[in-house]
Every structure is written in C-alpha cells, then in structure tokens.
C-alpha cells in the first residue's frame, strides 16, 4: 500500500460541518440608502449580544445544497430576499460539465461558483468549513421575523468602504474585498465570442499558442469565450490562466 502523494487530512462525519455565506450586494438608490445613487452597497449584520459586526452565514442543513443554504441563511439573517448574483466573471478551478483535463484556474463568465473557503478548526475534532458565494438583494421588501430564535442580529446596507471599516473580523474584511473586486472588475469586463473560424480568431490564437508555448492542438476545434481586450493584449494574456 502507498502513502498520498500530497499531503491529506482526512476527517469524517462527526468531526466536521459545512456551511455557507453570502456577501449581500445591491445598487444604492436615492430612496433606499444614503450614497449616492448605483453605489455598491454590501449587507453587514451587528450582533446585539456579542457587540460584533460580521456576515451572514449557517450551517448546510441535512439534503439541502451548499448553494441553497448560502441563500437562505442570508436572507434569515439579514431579512433581505436574495439571490445568486448573475453575471459574475471570475477565476475557479470547477472544470465545465463533461471536462476530461485536469483542473486549472480558469476565467469564466456566468460564474455561480464559491469564490471563496474558510476552514476553523475549532478543535480536532471539531471543524468548520464556510463556502463563500456572492448574493444580490432581489429587490423585495425586506422581511421580519426571519431570524431563528438564538439570533439577534440587525443588517444594514453600507459602502463598501464602510463595511471594510466595520466588520469585527479581518476573514470577513477580505471576504467583502474580493467579493466585492469580482463584482466591479465584472461590470468593467468587456465579454467578447469570436468564432474559432474567423481570422481574427485565428490570429488571436496563433499569438496565444506563441506566448503561453502551447502547441496548436490544446485549442484546435474549440470555440473559446474569452475576455479580449482588443486594445491591450498583454493584458488579455494575463487574464488567462499559466
């Protein structure tokens, strides 16, 4: 018998537990938050007993998917109906369905990936894994009553920058600062499809293959999205994973 090749922790069902969180986002408007309007606000709880400030999350509950609990135990927590943000570009290592190569860092559009993990080993025999997504309030009114009986929380919209100040703990502080980096480099990201068949296309890949020393058929036949900034393309080089 041999040994892992990598280093490997093994730990089984008693002796840990997943859960989930969201950074709650939505576009401040002049009716409902005091920034100026198309602001990116971020939701941030206050805990009433402890005097700290955090970020929703909660244990995965038995059947209930990673994603799902992250949504619902936002929208407990803070009230707020919510949903996976659309739209997201961002780096992951999850392959798309049917891949055959081995996984590597990626930049993707349509993203509903976590985009982030957190591990607190309470004890060994006790350890905490936090899945982090990126939500969006859905625009409904927001609701009371939601939270369980242990929790006392109070959630308010704030800056970015506000948050960043705020938040008791550095985890979540970075947390929010990537949550919210995706969410803006998102809305600056110029998406452009060029068909495999195009010269320009054509090109573009025979650049691509110069510079990353890839032989042509890594990339023969395919149709690729990519993120091309015509306008600086050593910059859409480094978009793309090494």
């Known amino acids: 018998?041999?040994?892992?090749?990598?280093?490997?922790?093994?730990?089984?069902?008693?002796?840990?537990?997943?859960?989930?969180?969201?950074?709650?986002?939505?576009?401040?408007?002049s009716s409902s938050s005091s920034s100026p309007p198309n602001v990116l606000e971020v939701c941030i709880l206050y805990h009433e007993t402890k005097g700290h400030w955090l970020l929703a999350k909660g244990r995965k509950d038995r059947g209930e998917s990673v994603e799902d609990a992250a949504i619902r135990e936002t929208f407990e927590e803070t009230g707020y109906p919510c949903r996976l943000m659309s739209g997201l570009q961002m780096w992951t290592r999850a392959p798309p369905p049917g891949s055959q190569t081995k996984d590597s860092a990626a930049l993707v559009s349509n993203a509903i990936e976590p985009f982030a993990v957190t591990m607190r080993t309470v004890g060994p025999t006790n350890v905490k894994f936090t899945w982090w997504y990126i939500a969006e309030w859905t625009g409904e009114p927001k609701q009371d009553g939601t939270q369980t009986l242990s929790e006392s929380f109070t959630s308010e919209f704030v800056s970015v920058d506000t948050a960043l100040k705020r938040l008791t703990?550095?985890?979540?502080?970075?947390?929010?600062?990537?949550?919210?980096?995706?969410?803006?480099?998102?809305?600056?990201?110029?998406?452009?499809?060029?068909?495999?068949?195009s010269p320009s296309m054509i090109l573009f890949l025979n650049l691509?293959?110069?510079?990353?020393?890839?032989?042509?058929?890594?990339?023969?036949e395919l149709e690729l999205v990519l993120f091309f900034f015509p306008d600086n393309l050593d910059f859409s080089f480094s978009l793309l994973p090494k």
């Not at 990598?6 to 939505?26: D, E, Q």
């Not at 947390?175 to 495999?196: F, G, N, T």
């Not at 293959?209 to 890594?218: D, E, G, L, R, S």
């Open 208 to 220: 691509l293959c110069f510079k990353q020393k890839w032989k042509w058929n890594h990339v023969e």
């Open 169 to 197: 703990f550095e985890t979540d502080r970075e947390v929010v600062e990537k949550a919210a980096k995706i969410v803006l480099e998102s809305d600056h990201a110029k998406l452009s499809y060029v068909s495999l068949s």
């Open 1 to 29: 018998m041999a040994a892992a090749k990598f280093p490997t922790t093994l730990l089984f069902s008693p002796n840990f537990v997943i859960t989930a969180g969201a950074v709650l986002f939505r576009r401040s408007t």
